[in-house]
């Protein structure tokens, strides 16, 4: 029998661009009291991979830095303590600290992971801890009821069309602002289609001429401030891409919720949202899945299969 000892892993040497990303060898990990090592099956790539690269959310990781947020795979070895999971078990999850994603092994921890119910492939699974949960919660983190309108800024990427088809369910009145090519992906979903760029605003105004009760926003930036005067109530604001604007506006970045992993998983397996994966790619095209996602303008996720 051929014990597997290392483990590819996809790395940024130092924060910055792109030139610093390379496929490594190193050790399979050991997990830690309360963790587990999966063999990965997938790994869902997001803008947030991108940003961690450049430094945006800090700049002291130990380097080599794991790249890669959210993960699925099959659970090979369990850490101190671990009895909620076993050997062999189906999970998903984001990867713990200093851990990353884009390998063929990882470490999730025990009471984060969730398991994969037989309905939802890998490849879709391995877009649930990060951008599934985002749109779960934008949805839920401010409460507003059937038939009342909700506004989503950036709606054909790959969170605000899970948000859109979240809306969906609940019976939400949907606009989708959206470059011109996302047309059908908006109304595809039940919402309205908007334009993005000038005269978003106003098209947006003809459609709600009361407003909107909720503004789910996915881009920040001048874009935001532009539809923000729209919603009924500033608190009804909600942001994954700029919190800072969005406080300043009168509204709050996300928060995450308690268990939203699982729900979302629930209402994946239930068949009312399709995290609609656009492209996977082997752990060696990972330099290229990940411009993919930096080039922007997405309709769907981008997941590599090591
Ligand atoms: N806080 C969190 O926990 C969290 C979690 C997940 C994501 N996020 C953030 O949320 C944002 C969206 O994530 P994502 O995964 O959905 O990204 P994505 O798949 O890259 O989608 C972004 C979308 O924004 C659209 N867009 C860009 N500029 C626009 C504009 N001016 N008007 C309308 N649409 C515009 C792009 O489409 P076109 O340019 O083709 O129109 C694209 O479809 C990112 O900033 C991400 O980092 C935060």
Not at 140 to 163: C, K
Not at 230 to 243: F, G, N, W
């Amino acid at each position: 029998m051929t014990v597997t000892t290392t483990s590819p892993v996809f790395v940024t040497a130092r924060y910055g661009g792109p030139e610093h990303q390379e496929l490594a060898e190193r050790p399979v990990p050991e997990p830690r009291p309360g963790e587990v090592l999966i063999e990965v099956r997938a790994a869902g790539v997001n803008p947030a991979d991108v940003k961690r690269r450049e430094g945006a959310f800090g700049n002291s990781a130990p380097m080599p830095m794991p790249m890669g947020l959210e993960a699925s795979g099959v659970v090979v070895a369990l850490g101190e303590g671990v009895t909620a999971l076993a050997v062999g078990e189906e999970v998903l999850g984001a990867p713990a600290r200093g851990q990353g994603a884009f390998a063929s092994h990882t470490v999730l921890r025990a009471a984060e992971a969730v398991r994969k119910p037989q309905e939802i492939s890998f490849v879709d699974a391995a877009t649930l801890p990060v951008a599934g949960t985002t749109a779960y919660d934008l949805t839920h983190q401010v409460e507003i009821e059937a038939g009342q309108s909700l506004l989503v800024l950036g709606a054909g990427g790959g969170v605000g069309r899970m948000v859109l088809q979240i809306a969906a369910v609940h019976g939400f009145a949907a606009v989708g602002v959206a470059s011109a090519a996302k047309r059908e992906l908006i109304e595809e979903t039940g919402a309205a289609f908007v334009a993005a760029g000038p005269g978003a605003a106003e098209a947006v105004r003809d459609l709600l001429p009361d407003g909107a009760d909720l503004l789910v926003d996915l881009v920040g930036g001048e874009p935001l401030r532009a539809l923000a005067p729209l919603v009924k109530d500033p608190a009804h604001l909600v942001s994954a891409a700029d919190a800072a604007t969005a406080t300043e506006l009168g509204g709050a970045g996300r928060e995450r919720s308690e268990g939203v992993l699982e729900k979302i998983v629930g209402v994946v397996e239930a068949g009312l949202v399709d995290p609609h994966v656009l492209e996977t790619y082997p752990l060696a095209r990972a330099a290229e899945a990940i411009a993919r996602v930096e080039q922007g303008h997405l309709g769907g996720k981008i997941v590599i299969v090591p």
